[in-house]
């Protein structure tokens, strides 16, 4: 085993110093929109928005025929019911998100190919057999939306056309992408010019420049870039279950930096999103129910906040539904809280993110790699100082200590380990059962809070590989 790296961190506030952009409290994503009239993922969805500080909700289907949104009269004119779509959107309001609202996927009556579809909820992936139809679809959805809710409203809300075009959520061509988004955008913008209209929402972060080239050389409306990354090689839903083959922290940042160039070389500032992402693509791999996601979770999220403006992670809940449901306590999937409301320790690593102060605080000495690294904050009087730390699955444990001015003095330290802040690894002590007894419930809950040192009196700590630590620092009163 290669030797323990040791690095020292010097923390030292600045004036003026910038305030943190956030974007990891953008938002998540819920799979398919019908889901959210299930009681018990509103209740996941609440907690993301209280305890996540979570703004946004994202999800495939909202014109999917189990909607209903879209029909055809016996004489073959289009019919548009907007109950349902309310109904979804009305339960995502009472939670207190706000839609980003994904424009997917093609009701039958309008598709070129009905039988071409996509997971278990058979979403329709065919382009339209008339784009001028699918144009006065979204015209009309849009105008819906905005008597029913205000434009004051409409206003604070996202529109993205489509779903991850370039891979099998999409039967065209590019071309016939960058056309249904020129037309979906159009609508949009006509119905309210100040509504955000953006995409192309594409997976592996493909298409960027290019989409923005179309849209510059059309004159086509954009407000916004989104794109999708996943640090696996799994090009899509059933590739792999169980171990998953991960390309590592310095690829996603990478990935991250070159989308950001891209967009400021044609659109300089333009907001970017990152619609989709977690630690792996196939939808029951174990990594997402480790304590190592939440080292891989906090260092993409200090990527993003350096070169994107927003976080919609995959997925906020395990009641899901794309490759069938799946009860048991743990089996691999996404989301940040499981099916028994447990969070899990991708739950704990953006509750550290909520907590951090305002504005940002510059570290020295941070690792050059993503593997390991810290972000900082300070509390806008300059009293506080929180320092979120990982160090990701690669071998050896990091040592760090603190080098901090002499006023301030460490009060507080968390941790997520392995059985705290993690309740993985305590279900597989448990011997993995499928069904939970209201002990091992109570058990489990108490595995996935993260371990809290009150009295942390040094400046250094060690973190093993696949952990994250929240180290606080305050200043020493004065007394006069």
């Given at each position: 085993?290669?030797?323990?790296?040791?690095?020292?961190?010097?923390?030292?506030?600045?004036?003026?110093?910038?305030?943190?952009?956030?974007?990891?409290?953008?938002?998540?994503?819920?799979?398919?929109?019908?889901?959210?009239?299930?009681?018990?993922?509103?209740?996941?969805?609440?907690?993301?928005?209280?305890?996540?500080?979570?703004?946004?909700?994202?999800?495939?289907?909202?014109?999917?025929?189990?909607?209903?949104?879209?029909?055809?009269?016996?004489?073959?004119?289009?019919?548009?019911?907007?109950?349902?779509?309310?109904?979804?959107?009305?339960?995502?309001?009472?939670?207190?998100?706000?839609?980003?609202?994904?424009?997917?996927?093609?009701?039958?009556?309008?598709?070129?190919?009905?039988?071409?579809?996509?997971?278990?909820?058979?979403?329709?992936?065919?382009?339209?057999?008339?784009?001028?139809?699918?144009?006065?679809?979204?015209?009309?959805?849009?105008?819906?939306?905005?008597?029913?809710?205000?434009?004051?409203?409409?206003?604070?809300?996202?529109?993205?056309?489509?779903?991850?075009?370039?891979?099998?959520?999409?039967?065209?061509?590019?071309?016939?992408?960058?056309?249904?988004?020129?037309?979906?955008?159009?609508?949009?913008?006509?119905?309210?010019?100040?509504?955000?209209?953006?995409?192309?929402?594409?997976?592996?972060?493909?298409?960027?420049?290019?989409?923005?080239?179309?849209?510059?050389?059309?004159?086509?409306?954009?407000?916004?870039?989104?794109?999708?990354?996943?640090?696996?090689?799994?090009?899509?839903?059933?590739?792999?279950?169980?171990?998953?083959?991960?390309?590592?922290?310095?690829?996603?940042?990478?990935?991250?930096?070159?989308?950001?160039?891209?967009?400021?070389?044609?659109?300089?500032?333009?907001?970017?999103?990152?619609?989709?992402?977690?630690?792996?693509?196939?939808?029951?791999?174990?990594?997402?129910?480790?304590?190592?996601?939440?080292?891989?979770?906090?260092?993409?999220?200090?990527?993003?906040?350096?070169?994107?403006?927003?976080?919609?992670?995959?997925?906020?809940?395990?009641?899901?539904?794309?490759?069938?449901?799946?009860?048991?306590?743990?089996?691999?999937?996404?989301?940040?809280?499981?099916?028994?409301?447990?969070?899990?320790?991708?739950?704990?690593?953006?509750?550290?993110?909520?907590?951090?102060?305002?504005?940002?605080?510059?570290?020295?000495?941070?690792?050059?790699?993503?593997?390991?690294?810290?972000?900082?904050?300070?509390?806008?009087?300059?009293?506080?100082?929180?320092?979120?730390?990982?160090?990701?699955?690669?071998?050896?444990?990091?040592?760090?200590?603190?080098?901090?001015?002499?006023?301030?003095?460490?009060?507080?330290?968390?941790?997520?380990?392995?059985?705290?802040?993690?309740?993985?690894?305590?279900?597989?002590?448990?011997?993995?059962?499928?069904?939970?007894?209201?002990?091992?419930?109570?058990?489990?809950q108490a595995a996935s809070v993260p371990e809290t040192v009150s009295d942390w009196e040094v400046t250094s700590l060690t973190l093993p590989p696949g952990t994250v630590a929240f180290a606080v620092f305050e200043m020493t009163p004065v007394y006069g």
């Open positions: 085993m290669p030797p323990s790296p040791t690095s020292t961190l010097v923390v030292c506030p600045v004036p003026n110093p910038k305030p943190l952009k956030r974007g990891w409290a953008l938002g998540a994503n819920t799979c398919h929109a019908p889901m959210v009239m299930r009681s018990d993922l509103q209740a996941h969805m609440r907690r993301s928005r209280e305890e996540l500080g979570f703004r946004y909700w994202r999800a495939h289907g909202t014109l999917s025929d189990d909607v209903a949104v879209y029909s055809l009269s016996a004489q073959g004119t289009p019919q548009y019911t907007f109950s349902g779509l309310k109904r979804i959107l009305d339960a995502v309001l009472k939670t207190g998100l706000k839609p980003f609202l994904e424009l997917s996927f093609m009701p039958a009556a309008l598709a070129r190919d009905p039988a071409q579809t996509i997971t278990h909820y058979r979403g329709i992936t065919s382009p339209p057999n008339d784009f001028t139809r699918w144009e006065a679809l979204v015209r009309e959805v849009t105008a819906f939306l905005l008597r029913t809710y205000g434009g004051e409203e409409l206003k604070t809300w996202i529109f993205e056309v489509w779903n991850e075009p370039n891979i099998p959520f999409w039967r065209g061509t590019r071309e016939e992408y960058f056309t249904l988004y020129e037309h979906a955008a159009r609508a949009v913008k006509s119905v309210h010019s100040g509504l955000r209209v953006g995409g192309p929402a594409t997976a592996r972060a493909e298409w960027v420049g290019e989409f923005l080239d179309f849209c510059t050389a059309h004159d086509v409306p954009v407000d916004f870039v989104s794109t999708h990354i996943y640090p696996s090689d799994l090009a899509f839903l059933d590739a792999a279950e169980g171990e998953v083959d991960l390309l590592g922290m310095d690829f996603l940042h990478q990935h991250f930096a070159r989308v950001r160039k891209e967009v400021d070389v044609r659109f300089p500032g333009m907001p970017v999103y990152w619609g989709e992402w977690n630690s792996s693509a196939g939808p029951l791999a174990e990594n997402h129910d480790t304590c190592e996601n939440a080292a891989v979770i906090a260092s993409a999220l200090a990527g993003m906040e350096r070169w994107a403006d927003g976080s919609l992670f995959w997925n906020l809940s395990d009641i899901y539904e794309e490759c069938q449901f799946h009860f048991s306590p743990f089996h691999g999937g996404y989301g940040l809280l499981t099916v028994d409301h447990l969070p899990k320790a991708a739950f704990r690593a953006f509750e550290f993110f909520h907590r951090l102060e305002r504005d940002a605080l510059p570290v020295e000495g941070a690792p050059e790699t993503a593997e390991r690294g810290v972000i900082g904050s300070v509390s806008e009087d300059g009293g506080r100082l929180s320092l979120i730390l990982w160090n990701t699955c690669a071998p050896g444990e990091w040592r760090v200590t603190f080098e901090v001015p002499d006023s301030y003095h460490p009060v507080a330290l968390e941790r997520i380990l392995p059985g705290c802040g993690s309740a993985y690894e305590t279900w597989t002590a448990m011997g993995r059962p499928l069904n939970l007894s209201p002990e091992q419930q109570q058990a489990l």
